[in-house]
């Protein structure tokens, strides 16, 4: 088991993969890395990410970078577990450039979305966070669910009236 992941090591691997890759690309961070680089939490597990465009060499870089940084990775995004949020690009927040690469805060209203669904005790105090800091507010998450909610059919693993009833809820008390 590798060791826990603190905001430094996170922005040693951010660079390091920059330097690794080739061409333009974007680097979309999700869950415990947002919660590092806002400071809600000191470490996590691992560091969760999607990469739309894919830069040159990108996997190579992953296998190297965990092994040499002693990091968790995984290609993780909460479009993999709920439909994508329209606009999810232009909700996304820009965090740095290295290189090429310009890295993001995957939408924050998506994060929150995926987080409420999956419901563990962690997920949700890092919903509660984002909402304390500002960052997602309860009439936009509730519209975004809206236009959702439609094609939760297509992840058949979702208990759609349980994921509407846990964001009506959330809504209603936020």
């Known amino acids: 088991m590798r060791p826990v992941v603190e905001r430094e090591k996170l922005l040693s691997f951010l660079e390091a993969l920059a330097r ?23 470490t996590t597990i691992d ?12 996997f190579e870089a992953l296998a190297k970078l ?17 439909p994508a949020l329209p606009d999810w690009r232009e909700r996304s927040i820009f965090v740095v450039r290295h290189g090429e690469i310009d890295f993001y805060h995957y939408d924050l209203y998506g994060q929150a979305l995926a987080k409420l669904e999956r419901g563990h005790p962690r997920d ?3 919903v509660e966070e984002m909402s304390r800091r500002g960052l997602v507010q309860a009439p ?18 979702i208990e759609a009236d349980s994921f509407s009833e846990t964001v009506e809820s959330w809504c ?3």
Not at 20 to 42: D, K, Q, V
Not at 76 to 81: I, Q
Not at 140 to 151: G, R, T, V
Request: charged letters at 25%; glycine letters at 8%; a negative charge.
């Open 140 to 157: 936009l998450l509730s519209a975004l669910f809206s236009a959702i909610k439609p094609e939760l059919i297509r992840f058949p693993a």
């Open 172 to 174: 209603g008390n936020h």
């Open 124 to 126: 949700l105090n890092d």
């Open 66 to 82: 965990k092994e040499q940084l002693q990091i968790n990775l995984e290609l993780a995004s909460p479009d993999l577990f709920i």
């Open 47 to 58: 560091v969760d990410l999607k990469a739309d465009p894919e830069p040159k060499r990108f």
């Open 20 to 42: 690794e890759t080739g061409g333009e690309a974007s680097i979309f961070l999700t869950g415990g890395a947002t919660a590092l680089l806002y400071g809600w939490r000191e």
